[in-house]
């Protein structure tokens, strides 16, 4: 696999695919904060996107370009939010990605487009929610935005799932890749508190208790497997149980480097 990007993502694919896969070039070097407002990360981004898709046309490759399920796609739907649904992004991101999605899926070259959630685990950078999280709660203080959810996902299990996408030769499609467990943040901050036993003091700011559910129903058509390792009362508590000790590692790090 070529991948474009040596972050979060682009480091956990060359982990996990290295050399499989030589006909596809996965874009692992997006824009990574919704709140980012700098126009030149935005354009940076879609040149990165037509110089890969150029490349793939000439080569007769396959593109695999990540987009996101998140609020900034969806927005707060009433049910689940599944690909065919027609979308009004509330925000740049969100309208990037799917200006994005319009290129790829009109270039003529083969593609997969997998709109993610909120992906986690080892090599996330630390402005990111869960080392965010974990941070601030080992400062003693935590702000939570009431009514907040995130669906949060395993990388693990993204990486699962592409895998098998990919063996199956599966193109031309918009897939949710989410865990379908959207989590109320006050939940994931009371989580860590008790794996960390400590209890920050809480920061309650409003917020709105609308929930962003992203359909899976696709991808488990495609993955039947996916997502197969933990029941969703047991997710959340998987997933911290597998990567806190990391988070914890960075947040530490990061202390270090600032009190120098």
Do not use: W
Request: with cysteine.
């Amino acid at each position: 696999m070529r991948i474009i990007g040596d972050g979060f993502l682009g480091r956990n694919l060359a982990a996990a695919f290295g050399e499989r896969f030589p006909d596809v070039t996965a874009i692992a070097s997006g824009v990574s904060s919704t709140a980012t407002a700098a126009l030149s990360e935005y354009d940076r981004e879609a040149q990165v996107l037509y110089d890969a898709l150029e490349t793939c046309r000439q080569e007769g490759t396959r593109l695999l370009f990540f987009s996101t399920a998140s609020f900034s796609m969806y927005g707060f739907p009433d049910g689940e939010a599944a690909e065919t649904d027609p979308v009004r992004p509330p925000n740049a991101y969100g309208r990037h990605k799917l200006a994005l999605e319009t290129v790829v899926r009109s270039s003529g070259t083969d593609h997969l487009i997998l709109r993610l959630s909120h992906v986690v685990g080892r090599h996330q950078r630390p402005h990111q929610l869960l080392p965010t999280l974990v941070r601030r709660i080992g400062e003693g203080e935590v702000t939570v935005l009431q009514g907040a959810h995130r669906d949060l996902l395993d990388v693990r299990d993204l990486l699962h799932a592409i895998g098998r996408l990919l063996e199956d030769g599966v193109t031309g499609e918009v897939l949710n890749v989410a865990s379908g467990v959207p989590q109320p943040v006050e939940a994931i901050v009371t989580a860590i508190e008790q794996r960390l036993c400590v209890t920050a003091r809480h920061v309650r700011r409003p917020g709105s208790p609308a929930i962003t559910r992203a359909s899976v129903h696709r991808l488990r058509r495609l993955v039947p497997d996916f997502r197969a390792g933990a029941s969703d009362a047991d997710y959340l508590g998987a997933l911290l149980d597998a990567y806190l000790p990391y988070y914890t590692d960075l947040s530490k790090d990061l202390a270090g480097l600032s009190g120098r």
